[in-house]
């Protein structure tokens, strides 16, 4: 199989045509959804049957203390749910699923991860599926969402530690974004044919007396939230390789508008809530770059692979070509989505390595639901100090003073995620009975076990395959990964926001650092790929980079 | 940085290996830490006779020196301060007071004074005199310590604390009341209040500041060692996590190449120099004839977006200037400007003596004031001087007849002064104010300048001969530098006494943002606060004591040398030069400051990704060959790679030592200029230096027998 170059490009175009276009109008309903001042009837029931005060401005440390216990509660439930499997309705048969597999599951699914170390054709009934891991597609999002609402909360405010109501912006995120969104993304998914059923449908061919049961569900439903929440957990285990989750060419590529949508509209929400558009561009044209240029390498690296005779085959998707493979691939490791079209184990070498890398630069090209934008603010803010103090100003970001308060929020969120990748990654191979659960040989079996905690430690839930994680040494690690990883970086920008609308606001003049236009955007883009790159660099090289360049 | 001061500095370099005051540097205590491993490692193998030895000993040498050029920085840029202390603490030599006390019936030992009844004097220790005491001091005396003029005049030689050699007025009142401990009278007798207790002069706090006794780190300097702390912190965490990695690869290396590529990879560069930029910024400061009290102030300097610029002695010449002679109709301007002349004849002030020379090539012609007009041999005893007061508002001479400027037979009377003193004077003598004059005067006010009127009596009718007009000079350059001020984003604020007409004039001429006029020290303070609630940071300049609590509001206040002692409390820096303008300098300074940390961050951080270009293909290579093609720079063998990428990071700190003492090369520019170009600089330079540093290095290391 060879990568149809103009198929490639003609596929970029239109998802960028059709991003430039919904971006805007999209970014400015997303600003007023979590400015506006006015409750619908949907939530006001909610607040009153859940005794939250909606006016309540909260303390940035209430707003933390909402969230994670809204996410404790989430884990437990979504963790009871799967252990009671056999005794609750819609099981389809299934019984309660092996402990270790139902914790690491449950934090996956509120952690928008979406890790799958399990079967879900041969592990879960209908129940846990739509009532539990869907419900969390949706509520993961909206916490990410609520993250970055008050982040930028916090730099508009000054002189005030309160930064929003977690609850209000919760339930805005979900009711009033992601609901009516994945209303719609269902509908054009199931006219494309993705099934919607009950389950699945028995067939009896009576000529040759063969049987069998397609398998079938709320699989387009689902699919619409997996994409638009960058949440990545398939409905079967094949993901979005399976011909009914992903049955068109045309479905794939819908698949991939939809998971870019929400992370690519974010800037535009932002600049409007700062009241300076142009920071909003500039946050989306480095985002857009890394996209562009990185879907570009791994088009390159699948083609070049593809030319050299051994060629792409198993593992690629067979339908459409090795195009729709990059796009998604790329797409999927840039956002913390993880749902694939392409067992990214057959990736070669150095398209996997890319895959890896996307992840590391820390899911901000666009990046998850909320957590991309996050991200990349907190990056916009070492960029900040660097370049404030290259121009001989203390640095500011909006106004507000970057001193060490800020920095040290900043240095542990820089901190976390690749202590947590190189620190499991290391201890895995260190233990023999660990790494034995990747049985590839040299360089590929490390990568397997490197992919796996970058995307356990950036919450994206693509794997490499090959690796077996359902044992309960592992099923624990990369739960508790994904849980550090998560809500370590969480707090730390809760805290982040509060500190900086503690701050009062100091005025533009031409001696302060723009963050906008093409040098700062340059300088961030600079800083983000020169972090990742210099922290990955020697695992990379051992893993993918000692891969590819062997054959 | 000549060798002299380096080898001198070699001594403290080594003193501060001490692991308590190395642990203050997160960076540079990783290296220790380091290099002590690396050297137990060498030892180990030494014993063991491993062939592996010489390396592990090479790269140990090239740690432990990296350690010690990064003290060695600190310790080179505190030489400078040392000697600066060291010429300041001979002004500090134990000198003896006379401090004045009520009189005894019986009075003690010491000099009976001849001060009056109810005094006495006991020499006492300087060291030994608390604040309040009152001592006296004489032509030849030592200051024991600050104080306030209570009594008497001296001319004071400053040039111990602002190596000014021409000696300074103190006296009694006034804004010129300070005297500084260690300066010496040179002539005359003052009576001083003691203002600091001994250890806590101007002096002593001058000598702990350039020793950088007292340097506490300043905000910035802190959030970057955050910074620089969670970049140690990743690259550990990176570097320990790459031994297992590389032994489930099977390409374990040794401890030794552990440790190389982890400092290679911590921001070294910049966590060495970080101490060398502070006491450097300041050492500039102090070169620059200004002392700060803290390192936090000079900081702040390069923060300021709004100046406080007082108008006189800042913006203009300290005195309003003749710049024009305006003729009533009818009169000769040439008989104008002769009477203008001689009506400023006996005026000693600066500006009756601008009249004059402006006069002087203008003068002449024939009128009632007429003949030569030459010299102040005028002045004969018989002219009658009417000095200028408060109350006439004039001034100007009484010619007696037969003077040679008087061709009558009676007294002539010449004067000028404020319009409206002048017409009330001509009114009373039978003259009248000719509407060609009134119109003169009112379009100089309207400028912003002061009309002064000439008029002469000779017993007949008095006349208005014209108008001079006495204008501010803006000094030359100053439109020039608050450009380049706008252009770096600073407000400046003209702050004067003047109405409001004469303000806006010079205030537009000059090129001033805003300013306020008719300002009095509480409107200063005002000023400050309202442009503080704004979010922005004030700097200004004072002298006097009123000016005290506008200096303290203010985020930077330098008070001049010259004000008082109340001034200087209250201000964080002192201009030794009481030199208005240089507030502009120190802001620039204070941005320096900054760039050069910026920059040097920026370079130590884009040098990694050479060294991974270096180190990675040499401990993976073997395993790998692969890899080997990411040796772009095609180095001779792992071990030189290796010993290459090591040496570079040592010698890089050295070479940035002047940089870092100099300062990063600082233009009144835009920050989206200043950006780009150190970006260009330091960041594309930082990327590319060490890939030809490097290659070179290892050219040489290739020729080590064992390990070429």
């Known amino acids: 199989m060879e990568l149809n170059t103009f198929s490639f490009m003609t596929q970029m175009a239109m998802l960028a045509l059709a991003l430039g276009i919904v971006h805007q109008p999209f970014g400015a309903y997303l600003a007023r959804t979590f400015t506006s001042r006015r409750h619908l009837a949907l939530e006001r029931g909610l607040y009153r049957l859940s005794g939250v005060d909606p006016q309540a401005d909260q303390h940035w440390k209430v707003y933390l203390r909402s969230l994670l216990a809204f996410s404790a509660v989430s884990i437990l439930v979504v963790f009871l749910g799967q252990l009671l499997q056999g005794v609750l309705p819609l099981n389809q048969g299934h019984g309660a699923v092996d402990p270790w597999i139902a914790i690491n599951t449950a934090v996956s699914f509120a952690t928008n991860t979406n890790w799958q170390t399990y079967v879900p054709e041969a592990t879960l009934g209908l129940g846990v599926q739509m009532l539990l891991l869907a419900v969390q597609n949706f509520l993961s999002a909206a916490v990410g969402l609520a993250v970055v609402v008050a982040l930028v909360r916090g730099l508009v405010r000054s002189e005030t530690s309160r930064i929003g109501n977690f609850w209000v912006d919760l339930a805005r995120g979900a009711i009033r974004v992601l609901l009516p969104l994945s209303v719609v993304g269902a509908v054009v998914l199931i006219l494309t044919g993705v099934v919607q059923n009950w389950g699945g449908t028995d067939i009896h061919t009576l000529a040759a007396h063969a049987a069998q049961t397609v398998p079938g569900g709320p699989v387009a439903s689902q699919e619409a939230i997996k994409e638009l929440g960058t949440n990545g957990g398939g409905y079967f285990n094949a993901n979005s390789a399976h011909p009914l989750e992903n049955p068109t060419a045309f479905s794939s590529l819908f698949e991939v508008f939809l998971l870019l949508l929400i992370p690519f509209t974010l800037p535009a929400m932002y600049g409007r809530m700062v009241g300076d558009r142009r920071q909003g561009h500039t946050v989306l044209t480095v985002m857009v770059a890394f996209w562009l240029a990185s879907s570009t390498l791994m088009a390159w690296a699948v083609g070049a692979y593809a030319r050299t005779g051994t060629g792409v085959g198993e593992g690629f998707e067979q339908r459409f070509g090795a195009a729709p493979s990059a796009i998604f691939a790329t797409a999927t490791t840039l956002t913390s989505t993880g749902a694939v079209n392409v067992a990214h184990d057959s990736l070669p070498p150095l398209a996997g390595g890319l895959a890896m890398l996307n992840m590391m630069l820390g899911e901000i090209a666009p990046g998850g639901v909320g957590s991309g934008l996050y991200g990349l603010l907190v990056l916009a803010i070492v960029a900040v100090f660097i370049g404030g103090l290259m121009v001989g100003r203390t640095p500011e970001f909006l106004g507000k003073k970057i001193g060490a308060g800020p920095m040290k929020l900043v240095a542990f969120y820089i901190l976390t995620t690749p202590v947590l990748a190189l620190a499991g990654t290391s201890l895995t191979v260190a233990i023999p009975s660990l790494s034995a659960n990747a049985p590839a040989a040299g360089p590929h079996g490390f990568s397997e076990i490197l992919y796996a905690f970058t995307s356990a430690a950036n919450n994206n839930g693509s794997a490499f395959g090959g690796i077996t994680t359902s044992g309960p040494p592992l099923a624990a690690m990369l739960a508790l990964v994904m849980l550090l990883g998560r809500f370590v970086p969480i707090a730390l920008v809760l805290a982040l926001a509060g500190t900086l609308a503690g701050q009062r606001k100091v005025p533009d003049t031409a001696g302060t650092l723009a963050t906008h236009g093409p040098l700062f955007a340059t300088l961030l883009g600079g800083v983000s790929l020169l972090v990742a790159a210099l922290t990955y660099f020697p695992a990379l090289a051992l893993g993918p980079a000692a891969e590819g360049i062997l054959k | ?708």
């Open chain 2, 1 to 708: 940085m000549t060798l002299a001061n380096t080898l001198a500095a070699l001594p403290l370099a080594v003193r501060k290996l001490n692991p308590r005051t190395m642990v203050h540097s997160p960076v540079m205590f990783t290296v220790l830490i380091g290099s002590l491993v690396c050297t137990l490692v060498s030892v180990q193998q030494l014993a063991a006779g491993s062939p592996a030895a010489v390396f592990s000993i090479w790269v140990t040498v090239w740690l432990w020196l990296t350690v010690l050029f990064g003290n060695l920085s600190e310790a080179i840029a505190e030489g400078r301060g040392k000697a600066q202390a060291d010429s300041l603490r001979a002004a500090r030599t134990s000198v003896m007071a006379r401090r004045r006390v009520p009189a005894r019936v019986s009075a003690p030992s010491g000099a009976a004074s001849g001060l009056g009844a109810g005094f006495a004097e006991e020499l006492v220790a300087g060291t030994d005199l608390a604040v309040g005491d009152i001592v006296v001091c004489e032509a030849g005396d030592l200051v024991p310590s600050d104080g306030d003029v209570i009594e008497g005049l001296a001319s004071v030689d400053e040039s111990a604390i602002t190596g000014e050699s021409a000696p300074v007025i103190r006296e009694s009142g006034g804004d010129r009341s300070s005297v500084t401990g260690g300066t010496r009278v040179l002539s005359d007798r003052i009576v001083v209040r003691i203002t600091a207790a001994s250890g806590k002069t101007f002096l002593d706090r001058m000598i702990a500041l350039v020793e950088g006794a007292t340097r506490q780190r300043t905000p910035n300097e802190i959030a970057l060692n955050v910074l620089l702390a969670s970049l140690t912190i990743v690259f550990v965490v990176c570097v320990m996590a790459l031994a297992p990695m590389a032994q489930f690869a099977g390409a374990l290396p040794t401890p030794v190449v552990l440790v190389a590529l982890l400092v290679c990879l911590i921001p070294t560069t910049i966590g060495a120099l970080v101490p060398a930029i502070g006491i450097a910024g300041m050492d500039r400061l102090i070169q620059h004839n200004v002392l700060a009290t803290s390192g936090r102030a000079v900081e702040t300097a390069g923060d300021i977006t709004t100046l406080l610029l007082d108008k006189t002695g800042t913006i203009t010449y300290g005195n309003r200037r003749a710049v024009e002679f305006v003729p009533a109709d009818g009169v000769d301007p040439r008989v104008l400007a002769a009477t203008a002349r001689l009506s400023s004849l006996a005026d000693e002030t600066p500006e009756g003596r601008s009249i004059v020379e402006l006069a002087l090539p203008r003068a002449g012609g024939s009128g009632p004031v007429t003949g030569p007009v030459t010299g102040p041999e005028e002045l004969t005893p018989d002219v009658e001087v009417i000095e200028f007061s408060a109350a006439t508002r004039m001034s100007g001479l009484n010619l007696p007849s037969g003077h040679p400027a008087n061709p009558g037979t009676g007294v002539l009377e010449v004067r000028k002064g404020a319009a409206s003193a002048v017409v009330s004077y001509a009114k009373e003598r039978g003259g009248f104010e000719p509407q060609e004059v009134e119109e003169a005067v009112l379009e100089i006010s309207g400028t912003g300048g002061t009309p002064l009127l000439v008029a002469v009596f000779d017993g007949g009718r008095a006349r208005i001969l014209g108008t001079i007009h006495l204008a501010d000079v803006v000094k030359p350059g100053m439109t020039a530098r608050f450009a380049e001020l706008r252009a770096m984003g600073i407000r400046t604020i003209m702050i004067t006494g003047d109405n409001k007409i004469t303000a806006g004039a010079i205030a537009g001429e000059a090129g001033v943002d805003d300013f306020l006029a008719e300002a009095t020290p509480e409107d200063k303070l005002e000023v400050i606060r309202r442009e503080q609630r704004a979010g922005r940071l004030v700097a200004m300049t004072g002298d006097g004591t009123n000016d005290a609590p506008a200096l303290a509001a203010a985020d930077v206040g330098v008070a001049m040398n010259s004000g008082t002692s109340a001034a200087k409390e209250a201000a964080n820096m002192v201009d030794l030069d009481s030199d208005p303008t240089k507030l502009i300098d120190v802001v620039g300074i204070g941005k320096q400051l900054l760039i050069t940390r910026g920059s040097l961050t920026t370079f130590s951080v884009a040098n990694d990704v050479a060294k991974y270009f270096a180190i990675v293909p040499a401990l993976f290579a073997a395993t790998f060959p692969g890899l080997g093609l990411l040796n772009i720079m095609g180095l001779h063998s792992p071990e030189s790679a290796i010993l290459s990428a090591v040496i570079f990071n040592a010698i890089i700190i050295v070479l940035l030592v002047p940089l870092a003492l100099r300062g990063v090369k600082y233009r009144a520019v835009s920050a989206a200029r200043a950006l780009s170009r150190n970006l260009l600089v330091y960041g594309l330079g930082g990327v590319i230096a060490p890939f030809i540093g490097i290659k070179f290095i290892d050219l040489a290391v290739a020729l080590i027998p064992t390990i070429g």
